[in-house]
Structures are given as structure tokens and as C-alpha cells.
């Protein structure tokens, strides 16, 4: 497949903003830890056994591991869909699914929200699984 074919893609642009998004989890659980800890634990080696024991910095935590937990799998299969094409338009409607729940997910799950937060992380799900079976299919 010729460079400009996938650079023409959404897929791309899409893992991009992933990364933001990845990006901005992992410093608002960093941010949060170190107001717990202080500038000098976040500064330091972070050598023993010293956590966060704050609600919110514990719950930013989960939630960004939550989100690396399918992140490589979303990135695998936008850039597979990049590469081979997507033709019928559903795995980007499943990527795009995936990126928002994922964006909802965060302030549902730092503010403690149950039984929505658990179906926008299906929601999630099915975003991927409609990106795969496109790729299967």
C-alpha cells in the first residue's frame, strides 16, 4: 500500500489523538498523586512503598490502567484498518465509538458513577470489536 493511500486515511490522525488522550490520563492521575505527595515525592526516585491514598488520585489511577489495558489493542486494529482500507465506514464509526467512551469514562469513573460507567466501557468494547470484524470480515 503506497504511504500516501494511509496517510489520506482517519486512522492516523485518530491513534493521534489516542495518544492525547492517553496523555492527558496519565497526568491527571500524576497530577492528582502529587498533590496528595507533594512536588518532592513527584520529583524524587519514588523509591519504597509510598501511595496515594486520596479517592480521586486511587480512581485516576484505575482508570488510566483501564484504558492502557485496550489501548494496544485499539491501536493495532486502526492501524491494521489503515493500512488494509476500510470500505464499508463501520470500523472508523468503531473507532470513533471506542475514543468517545473512552473520554466519557473518565469523569464517570472519577466521580464514582457505577452501572454506566461499567456500559460505556462495553460500549468501548463493542467500538474494538466492530474495528476487528471489519479487519476479519
Known sequence: MEPTVIAASPFPAL??????????????????????????????????????KGVLAGRAGRASKNLQETYPAFVGLALGLAITGDPSGWGLVGAWIWFACRIVY?????????????????GSLVGLGMMGLVLVF
Open 106 to 122: 473518565i469523569p464517570l469513573y472519577l466521580a464514582g458513577i457505577p452501572y454506566i460507567r461499567s456500559l460505556v466501557w462495553l
Open 15 to 52: 491513534v493521534a489523538w489516542s495518544v492525547v488522550l492517553l496523555v492527558i490520563q496519565i497526568c491527571l492521575h500524576a497530577m492528582l498523586v502529587t498533590r496528595e505527595l507533594g512536588s518532592g515525592w513527584n520529583a524524587g526516585p519514588r523509591d519504597g512503598d509510598k501511595q496515594a
